[in-house]
């Protein structure tokens, strides 16, 4: 993937499933050096930090990135409320953790973490706390709590 050429987009349409027009928050696509209308590889972010899904959503999007990559993909659920994607088959959701192609994470667990890495690696000092302020947004809005059926979620 090194070589790959890559393109980042923000609510991207999925292909056209069952009349649905469907939009990805944001899609890597890591396409082949020699061709670039070639996907070789794709990352599907779905970023849910209030709202609820929709019917089918997750299971629309999986069926996107599986025809635009030749089924290589990742597909990450990222929402805002500390509970379990709703809108995939709990079947298929196993196999394709098992496969290495869904990950369920949250915000606190995904970027605290890989923004405390960055933090050390930053040269530039506006840059730095730029992403200390960052993190710290993160870690005061979406604090575990317990929900009103006494499941944790995150604000």
């Known amino acids: 993937l090194l070589s790959c050429k890559i393109s980042v ?9 069952e009349n649905q027009n469907r939009r990805i928050d944001l899609t890597i696509e890591f396409k082949n050096p020699k061709n670039d209308k070639e996907v070789v590889f794709v990352v599907g972010i779905e970023n849910k930090p209030r709202a609820g899904e929709q019917e089918n959503q997750l299971e629309d999007y999986r069926e996107h990135l599986d025809k635009i990559s030749g089924n290589d993909y990742l597909l990450i659920y ?3 409320l500390k509970r379990e994607a709703e809108s ?29 890495e960055c933090i050390k690696e930053c040269e530039a000092d506006k840059v730095r706390w730029f992403l200390k302020d960052f993190a710290n947004w993160i870690e005061n809005n979406f604090e575990e709590v317990e929900n009103d059926e006494g499941k944790e979620r995150t604000n």
Do not use: C, N
């Open 78 to 80: 990222l929402p805002g």
């Open 9 to 17: 987009s923000r609510e991207s349409f999925t292909t056209q499933i």
């Open 88 to 116: 995939i088959k709990p079947e298929t959701k196993k196999k394709l953790k098992q496969k290495g192609k869904f990950l369920e994470t949250y915000y606190r667990k995904l970027l605290i973490p890989w923004l405390k």
